[in-house]
């Protein structure tokens, strides 16, 4: 778990980045801004409040040849100033751009202290990108009018990428939690691959999100092409595979076969399915692991309990599957569903 609540902004620098493929240029600042109070409590939940809810991270990928890890350690061990790194970082992040439609923004680079992450206290840093301009009324008395003046400026609800680098696990990337609103494709390889270039950070998280992938890919995927199971059955089995997790504290694939699946021959299609499957995502792995609750909620939405019949019909399916049952009419030839139900609201 990550806090703000007692985080301060040391030293704050502000560049604007435009789109070289449209004859845009880089504008570099020297100094740090001056701050007072206000503002830097404006800022801080401009900058902080859209990762309150974010509990995957990351770490810095190939060491060696990446540009932003090495700006932030010469940060971190006070090697050089933030004012000299933050301009090779906006410069990067000027010159990675592939895209014409790529937004222009002003480019946010902050030291910030007390940040709290796994009770650990540390230092971070925040590098975050606006690349929303809304119009403003500022609006004045003049004499004995109000003098109003349109006016364009940064929304500060409005961040869409940003990333903050604790200063934890220097010699394996640190610890980066990662803003990205926009989450097409082209966007997500913008910010993470060609601007930071990350990996996802090996912890319960991770471990427990990514073997939750594997066996929702399994049930929904794997399963309809090998067994003829149904759509209420695969159902039934994410259920119960949300509900081992909730109630155990750490997960066993062994173990979650004999209590889910129940069937051997489903247990051993099941195993094959997850070697297969972490070989070719190249995926961490271990025996057993602790169960990160959050990454269950972050699935849930995946895991959807609805069946839908054709274009006509949605069945929303939230718990006793055994009271739905499925069969076939002869004389339309017509798949159909019974529902058995004690009352009706």
Known sequence: MVFYSE??????????????LKG???????STVILNSDLENELLRFFLNPFLKLNEYYSFDNLETNEIYKAVKDIFNK????AVESKKIANNLFHIVRSPKRLAGNLFIAELDKCIIDDN?????GIFKAETVDTILNIKPSNERFEVKAEQGVNVKKLTKGCIIFNINEENGYIISVLNKKNNKDEIGYWNEDFL???????DYYFTKSTLDCIGEFILEELPEEFNISKSSQIDLLKKTVDYCYNNDTFDLNEYGNDVLENDELIQKLDAFHEDYVNKNELEQVETFDIDKRAIQMKLKDFKSIIKLDDKFDIVVHKDTENLIRGKDEATGLDYYQLFFKIES
């Open 7 to 20: 985080a301060s902004i040391e030293n704050l620098i502000v560049h604007s980045i435009g789109n070289k």
């Open 121 to 125: 206290l540390t230092n971070a840093i």
């Open 197 to 203: 270039n990350i990996k996802p950070y090996i912890d």
């Open 79 to 82: 090697n050089s100033s933030l």
């Open 24 to 30: 845009d240029s880089v504008l570099l600042s020297n």
